[in-house]
């Protein structure tokens, strides 16, 4: 309602100076008048009242900035990993061999699908972390998959190259022959080097060196 009657008085005003330019004389009449004086000063308050309080009424707009750049989190095989492969120790053993039945069947498939799924994580995972650390290429990366110089431990690498070096034969049986058997021991171990190369901050010079 204030704001309407300000706007009112305003329009009142301006009206009143269009009339004094085209009858310059009742301009000169209303000079001298007191009461004239009272009312255009009475108007002029009012109107720098109402400008200085919109203003602080105002609200203020800061420029929002977004969060500081952190340093990416690594890729690491995570807790769904661990399940994958308890999930393969449920299912490894006598249980699988054969065709005859269909629910072994089933179990194989279940079996060699949680196989896959571990692969394709850790491979994506190894990639990842290896890039990252050492600025290298998806392609130098494989290599040193491939190669096995991203790691020192034995059955890490060889989850990746399908080569057991630096193991002995007592080990290597023992290793055929325990829970959840070769693959799932060279897997554990890929995802382990996986994590400690993550999150290990004294990596420098090129992937592969020592």
């Known amino acids: 309602m204030k ?7 305003g329009v009142v005003v301006a009206l009143g100076g269009f009339t004094m330019i085209f009858f310059p004389e ?8 007191r009461g004239m004086v009272v009312v255009v000063g009475v108007i002029a308050a009012f109107q720098g009242y109402r400008i200085a309080r919109e203003r602080r009424r105002a609200a203020v707009q800061v420029a929002e900035t977004g969060d500081p750049e952190t340093e990416q989190d690594l890729p690491v095989p995570g807790d769904d990993f661990d399940d994958l ?21 089933r179990r194989r498939d279940s079996f060699v699908r949680t196989r896959r799924r ?4 850790l491979e994506d995972a190894a990639v990842a972390t290896i ?4 600025g290298c ?4 990366a494989w ?20 080569r057991l070096e630096g193991v002995g034969l007592v080990e290597r049986v023992r290793v055929q022959f325990a829970a959840g058997g070769r693959f799932e021991r060279r897997a554990v171990s890929a995802a382990e080097a996986i994590a400690d190369l993550s999150d290990d901050d004294r990596v420098t010079g090129e992937v592969g060196e020592a």
Do not use: C, N
């Open 137 to 140: 290429t998806e392609a130098e």
């Open 131 to 134: 890039t990252r650390k050492y």
């Open 85 to 105: 492969v308890d999930h393969m120790r449920s299912i490894h053993g006598p249980q699988l061999r054969g065709t005859a039945s269909p629910r072994r069947r």
């Open 118 to 121: 571990v692969r394709s994580r």
């Open 3 to 9: 704001r309407e009657l300000l706007t009112a008085l």
């Open 143 to 162: 290599e040193a998959l491939e190669s096995g110089t991203w790691t020192d431990d034995p059955y890490a690498a060889a989850f990746f190259t399908g």
């Open 26 to 33: 009742l301009a000169r009449a209303l000079a001298t008048t």
